[in-house]
């Protein structure tokens, strides 16, 4: 270690976009490694509306290592954090800012503590995968700080033990993570599936119904539904399966019906397992389901599909639009239909295009 007085502060920032899952995740198979009892496939929404920036920094004047979110202090004693700065740390290398005159030896990042300030542009534990873009922006900035020399793959499977959509966040485009085997987690990462590139005419808008904090968390609601319900292993190991395949090959293809049957049915189920989970989980509120009747009639009218929908855990719509002009018809039936700050109790819009995870050095 070396530097001025150790006065020095190293410092990375870096900014990582959310995910959406059009095939979800839900249930674990190992609590603590952060396993899931089946695969699943996201698209990476672009972090000009919804994604975490993130700095990090070293110091020898750093007496612990601290975190705040959103300006606030958080704790960082939960085992999932330390599970992250554990396998981060482990992993750390040599580190020489010349200009500096800063020398960090791999052996040092064990003593080293660090300041970590985290902030989101988007409502936090709303439902809108905030700790995904969270937990994904975290590794990437450490992993870059402490110049890991993993692959984002490799990066993703310490991601997924801080929160398991997490690990979908550490790619741009289209992503899969696969479940694995092993019981270690070692093959239990993820993989894109095409990059953002790839079927770019797609527009994504977000009906933010509600930017409360949801009532029950998606990891204890995920851990009841393994526990209760009698669907979800026939959901994990029948439908989830054959949906995975389906869905890449109309990733591939660009085959808007088949991902639009795809992502509707799954978030459907989704959300049929919470409803069979006891006591049942209701994350769709009134105004979610007639969103969905909105898109389901419209779908109908057409020849073809125009929008696909989406709802993760909580009543927020993540609607696909199949193009830019299907996307503007789509923002004025919602406007016509949902005025932001009606009775409807709808908050606001955001519209977005798929994206590329952004490392802003
Ligand atoms: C409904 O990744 O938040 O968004 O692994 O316990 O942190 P933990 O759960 P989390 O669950 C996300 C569930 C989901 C579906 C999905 O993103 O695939």
Known sequence: MGGEAEKWVLMVTARTPTNIAVIKYWGKRDETLILPINDSISVTLDPSHLCTTT???????????????????????GGRFQSCLREIRARAQDVEDKKKGIKINKEDWQKLNLHIASYNNFPTAAGLASSAAGL??????????????EDNSQLSAIARQGSGSACRSLY???????????????????????DEKHWDELVIIIAVVSAQQKETSSTSGMRD????????????????????????????????ATFTRLACTDSNQFHAVCLDTYPPIFYMNDTSHRIISCVEKWNRAEETPQVAYTFDAGPNAVMIARNRKTAALLLQRLLYNFPPQSDTDLDSYIIGDKSILQDAG
Request: charged share 25%.
């Open 55 to 77: 700095t990090v920094s070293v110091s020898p004047s750093f007496d612990q290592d601290r975190m705040w979110l959103n300006g606030k202090e958080i704790s960082l004693q």
């Open 136 to 149: 994904a922006c975290l590794v990437f900035s450490l992993a870059k700080l402490m110049n890991l020399k």
């Open 172 to 194: 741009g485009g289209f992503v899969k993570w696969c479940m694995g085997k092993e019981e270690n987690g070692s093959d239990s990462l993820a993989v894109q599936l095409a």
């Open 225 to 256: 539904t393994v526990e209760t319900s009698a669907l979800i292993e026939h959901r994990a190991k029948e439908v989830v399966p054959k949906r995975i395949t389906e869905m890449e090959g109309a990733i591939q293809n660009r085959d808007f």
